[in-house]
T-cell receptor, first 110, second 116 residues
Framework: QKEVEQDPGPLSVPEGAIVSLNCTYSNSAFQYFMWYRQYSRKGPELLMYTYSSGNKEDGRFTAQVDKSSKYISLFIRDSQPSDSATYLCALSGGSYIPTFGRGTSLIVHP | GAGVSQSPRYKVAKRGQDVALRCDPISGHVSLFWYQQALGQGPEFLTYFQNEAQLDKSGLPSDRFFAERPEGSVSTLKIQRTQQEDSAVYLC??????????????FGPGTRLLVL
C-alpha cells in the first residue's frame, strides 16, 4: 500500500459544478497537507496548504483535512474549463520532503 | 519575476549515453529539490540541497545519478549510462527557506527525458 492514495480519474464535470478531489494516507506523522495543480507539460503549482486539521478557503478553493480519518479533500466551486488539469495532493511530516499522490485528472467541459 | 527554469526542456538519449539536466532556481532561494515524475504518477523525491550542501540524496535510484550545486544557485542533475527506465520528467523546485515550516516550493517546467 502506498503512503498516499489518490484516484487518477479522469473526473469529468460540466462548467459550474462543484468538484471534490480527495486523498487518503496512512502515515499519521504527516502534518502539512498541500494541493498542487499541474497543467499538461508544466510543473506543479502550489494552490494551497494547511497545517494539521481543519478547513482553509481561498477564493473558489477549499481544502479540508480530517486527520482522524487520514483523509484530505480539495473542493472547487463554480468550476471553469481553465480548471482542467491534474490535481496532486502532497503531504509532509517533520521533514521538508513531500510525498505526492499520483494526481487526479480533472476535465471541466463547457 | 523569473520563475524556476530548466534546460533542456526535452532530451532524447540513446541507452548508455550520459545526460546533464540544468536547473536555475529563483534568485535568493536557499533550498533546491530534484524530483522524477513518471507518466501518470506524482513527483518522486530524488535529492535536496540547502545552498551548496547536498543534505539528502536518499531518493537517487542508483549510483548512476549524481547532482551538484557548487555555488549554491544553479544545479545540475547528471545521469550516467542512461537506461530506458530513466525515461521520465525531471522536475526541479526551489524554496526561499528550508524546513517543513515553509512547504512552499516553486517548480520549474521540467525536462522530459526519453531514453531509446
Amino acid at each position: 500500500q502506498k503512503e498516499v492514495e489518490q484516484d487518477p480519474g479522469p473526473l469529468s464535470v460540466p462548467e459550474g459544478a462543484i468538484v471534490s478531489l480527495n486523498c487518503t494516507y496512512s502515515n499519521s506523522a504527516f502534518q502539512y497537507f498541500m494541493w498542487y495543480r499541474q497543467y499538461s507539460r508544466k510543473g506543479p503549482e502550489l494552490l494551497m496548504y494547511t497545517y494539521s486539521s481543519g478547513n482553509k478557503e481561498d477564493g473558489r478553493f477549499t481544502a479540508q483535512v480530517d486527520k482522524s480519518s487520514k483523509y484530505i479533500s480539495l473542493f472547487i466551486r463554480d468550476s471553469q474549463p481553465s480548471d482542467s488539469a491534474t490535481y496532486l495532493c502532497a503531504l509532509s511530516g517533520g521533514s521538508y520532503i513531500p510525498t505526492f499522490g499520483r494526481g487526479t485528472s480533472l476535465i471541466v467541459h463547457p | 519575476g523569473a520563475g524556476v527554469s530548466q534546460s533542456p526542456r526535452y532530451k532524447v538519449a540513446k541507452r548508455g549515453q550520459d545526460v546533464a539536466l540544468r536547473c536555475d532556481p529563483i534568485s535568493g532561494h536557499v533550498s533546491l529539490f530534484w524530483y522524477q515524475q513518471a507518466l501518470g504518477q506524482g513527483p518522486e523525491f530524488l535529492t535536496y540541497f540547502q545552498n551548496e550542501a547536498q543534505l539528502d540524496k536518499s531518493g537517487l535510484p542508483s549510483d548512476r545519478f549524481f547532482a551538484e550545486r557548487p555555488e549554491g544557485s544553479v544545479s545540475t542533475l547528471k545521469i550516467q549510462r542512461t537506461q530506458q527506465e530513466d525515461s521520465a520528467v525531471y522536475l526541479c523546485a526551489s524554496s526561499f527557506i528550508g524546513g517543513a515550516s515553509n512547504p512552499t516550493q516553486y517548480f520549474g517546467p521540467g525536462t522530459r527525458l526519453l531514453v531509446l
